[in-house]
């Protein structure tokens, strides 16, 4: 299963200054040997030295490399690694590739290196899922989120917490397993306090983690709205404005178009919906079918209206089908009354937007005004008010969230059995409870740390 | 050769003696050998048995068929139930011994026991043949054969004394060591490590001032009992005090102005102690700001002056141990009786025994006690028990019996010495059983007699008492359930007469008695329920009361089920199973667990590799075998 060698470019795809391919197993050295001609002739392969030299297909020269070979376990997946940095674009590292591949390496699967180095114990359960984040982030503030918690943020965060429910805990343990010691009673106030504080911990942490996983998987927006309403043009214009980084997603369909945008730090993926009122037309009911499917899929429904002509009818029609769909109203064309008529053109009579749509969001898609203040509220209302800076979030994984809904639960629920005075040793099931759901982040057992936080903290030996 | 017997067990300690009872009563022809016929079942330290998770033991000890609690019952001079008020599951029967009582009668026990022969000699070798142990060697050049043997050498193997500057061979207080046995098993091929413990001085109860001390009476006013077999019995009331006495500052500045001649910190001592159970110096000197140290006086018994005194363990010099002594208003003109000592002794590294106490390296040898890095009567008691138990079984061909940790602490123990490196001698505490709520000692007898009694430790008529109790709650139970209370002036008066909350509306009299200050009394009285005797009516209350909480636990052992019932060959070749993280795979290695349960509870393997494991023994593929 991971006793062969595995072979990947290991830097993102496009036209960068560098690229590297990354070899990993016993064959890495061999296979890396038979396509490179060091320069010097003296070339030990020592580990953790750079070579320079060429990669050569035959006679041909692919490209001008370094090549660094790091000897197992010294490395990022424990095995034998080597790693060749080329100069060229995109084709020669297709082509050291392949030719890496005929030299019997396999192309490696998506994660595969990280697996082996989790496998192999590099890492541990957190930093390998943060490695993945990095491989699949779509955003410098994903980026960073992922790179606190490679860096143990995380871990270190749930440690606070833990420490905090361990030290109630021995304290309850040390009076059951040493009753007869010198052990001060457990009160209950001190206690309580103390679990609040870890409580809070945890809380600050899950407030955090729904921002979290929406950095990581990012969110997605469909654009509604009756036709001519300029569902395109704010589509486009949304685009012009995070120009360097459009991305197109791959999987479009035919009849609604997706575009990836950084909304400051925020990787959102916009869907301009063909339409989703009823159709007689068969072609048409087809683009309302994906229409409302992609609505369905979204985080948040931009409903566009045009207020030129005022909220109509059909608005209203298309509002009742986003059903409970968080919607942000925009109202569009402003340039054609005035950004601060249209405003109150929209609010007021005789067609007010509904109160269900809050505050709709004056703008020209043409002019592009009003532009920065969507996309702040698009940003403010994704991230639920929450707006937390990315340096404060370490959640971004939903098995560490549910870990911790768990973790905070339990504590909840001890604190209620303290104050409703049920004896010790049922306090201590939800603590334990408690700490084992922590422990599940960070990997850390729960009887032998009860016993040393007791042993480190009382003086036991009736 | 002489004699042939089934079964040889090597030392009458608590380990070795129910060895030698359990298999002699499964019908095996058993030896036991003992250094000294006059220290049968002696107690070297305290003189207690019981408190948390060591009263539990002595409890499953008694349903599985054990001498412990019977002989406790028959011998304490006080008994106290602990905790009593921290939940029913940590509530724990303590009681102190008389310890030459204890002793007698545990070896007028043995002694009556039918196809047990006693014999006092030093066994002096083990004899095996091919990787199967044969018999036993005595310095005499005796020797005895056997299918199994049973060795619970408590601290003699290598035993060494110490004393402020003086140390000697000893295995206890004035006996010698067993040398030549250390040699045999290292010449088997076991691997042996050392570890340490210590005793504290015994005074003289005429010189002490018992009016300057606390007492600490026991629990004469209900019968406690450890054996399900006395259920029934009046309480004791003949019992006699403890005392509770703390050091002075005088006391702390003259251990750490003798500190410099104690063996802990002059390196006199390599073995590890216990931090349970740390000196008086170690404490003095880890918890520095500690004004003061309980200690507490015990009589060692009704026809001895000795008095222990627990919580002093020292390994000082007699002459500081003596001034320490009197720097505590009530001690102040004591005489030591027996000064305090550390031994130092070698014990078999853990890992080398399988969760049924035989070595995995020779087929028939079976260590208990203190051999495998325990310490305690109760731990050592509940060890000899499962070793006598699988040595009579595998004497005869019959397969091993294994106890699970979610049914017994005896399981729990077990498991852990198979699955933990000890840094430290093993006791046992609440703490480490999963399932506490499960494992009450209230609830040993329903959980564990069935076994005792298939096999053959539990006589029919026994088992059929507690199988009759187990109906008894059940009925007791389901009549509760199908009983209404409702809110009528009579049984709101009633409940507010005793603090209770009236009721509302109809409810059923087992909702009642889930309340937490309703007792059985009440509600009986309220929807006449039946009279019940003592143990089933605690069963009732507790099943009611904490019905979620144990509910959640069972669902907790349910799922875990699968993972411990997974069986690992024992001969799997780790090292040909991709995947598996260095520190995992040497782990593995080490401990060779026998089941998927315990290879995920060894230090170093995570999730990840259990689930190697699981992928690799699921897919069919025979494992790789070394």
Redesign the interface.
């Known amino acids: 299963m991971y006793d062969d060698t595995i072979v990947a470019i290991a830097t993102a795809p496009g036209e960068a200054g560098i690229g590297v391919i990354r070899l990993s197993g016993a064959s890495s050295l061999a296979i890396a040997r038979a396509l490179f001609r060091p320069s010097s002739a003296g070339c030990a392969y020592d580990s953790h030295r750079l070579y320079h030299g060429h990669v050569r297909d035959g006679d041909e020269t692919v490209d001008e490399v370094l090549l660094a070979y790091m000897q197992a376990p010294r490395s990022y997946t424990a095995e034998d690694v080597v790693e060749i940095h080329g100069h060229g674009g995109p084709a020669p590292l297709e082509r050291i590739l392949h030719l890496a591949i005929r030299q019997g390496a396999r192309l490696a699967n998506p994660g595969e290196f990280t697996l082996r180095a989790f496998l192999n114990g590099r890492l541990d359960l957190p930093q390998a899922e943060a490695v993945a984040d990095i491989i699949h982030s779509r955003s410098d503030a994903s980026l960073r989120l992922a790179v606190n918690q490679l860096g143990g943020r995380l871990s270190e965060a749930v440690d606070n917490a833990r420490r905090k429910i361990l030290s109630v805990t021995a304290q309850l343990e040390a009076n059951i397993d040493f009753s007869e010691d010198d052990v001060p009673p457990a009160a209950a106030e001190p206690m309580i306090d103390e679990l609040s504080a870890a409580a809070e911990d945890v809380q600050r942490l899950l407030r955090a983690a729904d921002e979290g996983i929406l950095y990581r998987r990012g969110a997605r927006v469909a654009i509604a709205g009756r036709p001519n309403a300029g569902k395109s043009s704010l589509l486009n214009a949304l685009l012009r404005s995070n120009r360097a980084i459009v991305t197109p997603i791959a999987g479009t369909t035919r009849d609604t178009i997706e575009e990836g945008i950084n909304l400051g730090g925020l990787p959102v993926v916009l869907i301009d919906t063909a339409g989703i009122t009823q159709t007689q037309d068969p072609v048409e009911r087809i683009g309302v079918d994906r229409s409302r499917q992609a609505i369905e899929q979204a985080d948040l429904v931009l409903l566009v209206f045009d207020s030129a002509v005022g909220w109509q009818r059909e608005d209203d029609e298309i509002l009742a089908a986003l059903q409970g769909k968080p919607v942000l109203a925009v109202a569009n064309k402003v340039d054609l009354l005035g950004r601060q008529e249209g405003a109150q053109r929209s609010d007021g009579s005789p067609h007010p937007a509904p109160d269900r749509t809050a505050r709709p969001v004056p703008l020209s898609a043409m002019t592009g005004d009003g532009l920065p203040d969507l996309e702040a509220e698009l940003r403010r209302r994704l991230l639920a008010g929450g707006g937390a800076a990315v340096d404060d979030i370490l959640v971004n994984n939903l098995r560490h969230k549910t870990l911790l809904e768990e973790a905070g639960g339990h504590v909840e629920e001890a604190i209620e059995s303290i104050r409703a005075g049920r004896a010790a040793d049922f306090v201590s099931i939800d603590l334990r409870s408690a700490l084992s759901a922590l422990g599940a982040i960070t990997g850390t057992e729960v009887s032998e740390s009860i016993l040393d936080e007791i042993f480190s903290r009382f003086c036991i030996g009736k | 050769m002489n004699k042939r017997y089934d079964v040889i067990v090597v030392g009458a300690g608590h380990a070795g003696c129910e060895a030698a009872l359990a298999a002699a009563r499964m019908g095996r022809a058993t030896l036991l050998l003992t250094l000294n016929l006059d220290s049968v079942a002696l107690m070297p330290c305290n003189p207690s048995i019981g ?3 060591k009263g539990h033991l002595v409890r499953e000890i008694d349903a599985l068929g054990g001498q412990m609690a019977r002989t406790t019952d028959d011998t304490y001079i006080q008994i106290r139930m ?2 009593t ?6 509530q724990a029967l303590r009681a102190q011994s008389d310890k030459r009582q204890y002793g007698a009668l545990m070896r007028h026990t043995v002694e009556t026991q039918s196809r047990l022969d006693i014999k006092q000699a030093e066994a002096r070798s083990l004899i095996a043949e091919n990787g199967r142990i044969v018999g036993v060697e005595t310095s005499s050049g005796t020797q005895y054969e056997a299918a199994c043997v049973v060795l619970t050498t408590g601290t003699f193997l290598n035993g060494k004394l110490i004393r402020g500057e003086h140390s000697e061979p000893g295995g206890r207080s004035g006996e010698l060591p067993s040398l030549p046995l250390t040699d045999s098993l290292r010449a088997l091929g076991l691997r042996l490590g050392r570890l340490k413990t210590g005793t504290p001085p015994r005074v003289d109860s005429r010189t002490i001032d018992f009016d300057a001390a606390a007492i600490q009476p026991g629990d004469t006013d209900r019968p406690l009992y450890f054996s399900f077999a006395n259920a029934g019995r009046s309480a004791m009331t003949d019992q006699l005090p403890c005392h509770l006495v703390t050091t002075t500052a005088e006391t702390h500045r003259l251990i750490r102005e003798n500190l410099h001649r104690a063996p802990m910190f002059n390196g006199t001592i390599v073995g590890v102690g216990p ?4 000196s008086i110096e170690d ?1 003095i000197v ?2 520095a700001d ?1 004004p003061s ?2 200690l ?1 006086l015990e009589p060692e018994g009704r026809q001895t002056l000795e008095v222990y005194v ?2 002093a ?1 020292t390994s000082l010099p007699e002459d500081v141990q003596l001034a320490m002594l009197r720097s505590i208003p009530a001690l102040r003109s004591c005489e030591m009786m027996r000064v305090g000592y550390a031994v130092e002794y070698d014990y078999v590294l853990t890992n080398q025994v399988r969760v049924s106490m035989e070595t995995k390296l020779i087929r028939g040898l079976f260590l208990a006690g203190q051999i495998n890095g325990t310490t305690g009567y109760e731990e050592a008691a509940a060890q000899g028990l499962v070793a006598g138990i699988n040595a009579a079984r595998l004497a005869w061909g019959e397969d091993e019996v294994s106890l699970p940790r979610n049914s017994s602490y005896v399981g729990v123990m077990l498991d852990d010495l198979c699955t933990k490196e000890l840094t430290e001698p093993y006791r046992l ?4 059983a ?1 399932y ?2 499960l494992l009450r000692q209230d609830n040993a007898d329903l959980r564990l007699s069935a076994l005792g009694h298939e096999l053959g430790l539990i006589s029919d008529e026994r088992f059929e008492r507690v199988e009759a109790k187990r109906r008894a709650v059940s009925t007791a139970l389901s009549g509760l359930r199908s009983t209404f209370l409702t809110p009528t002036p009579r049984v709101n008066a009633a409940l507010e007469e005793v603090g209770q909350a009236p009721l509302s509306k109809q409810m059923s009299a087992l909702d009642l008695l889930r309340r ?1 200050e309703a007792s059985y009394d009440l509600v009986m009285a309220l929807s006449s329920q039946p009279e019940l005797p003592d143990e089933v009516r605690e069963q009732v209350d507790v099943e009611a009361k ?1 019905e979620g ?1 144990i509910a ?2 069972l669902v907790e052992v349910e799922r875990r089920a699968k993972l411990e019932c997974y069986p690992l060959p024992e001969d799997i070749d780790y090292d040909a199973i ?7 795979r040497q782990r593995l290695k080490q401990f060779r667990p026998t089941t998927l349960g315990q290879a995920g509870r060894l ?1 170093g393997v ?1 999730p ?1 590799d259990v689930a ?1 494991l699981m992928v690799r023994l699921s897919k069919g593929q025979p494992a790789p075998v070394a």
């Open positions: 408190g948390p998770a602990l905790n008020g921290k939940g029913p599951a940590v931090r349970y159970c740390p404490k880890r918890f500690k140290h309980q507490f627990q919580g363990n505490f609440t703490s480490r999963e506490r709520l937490p904490y909480y959640k636990q991709p995947g598996l993280r260095t520190e995992a230090y995570n990840a190697i």
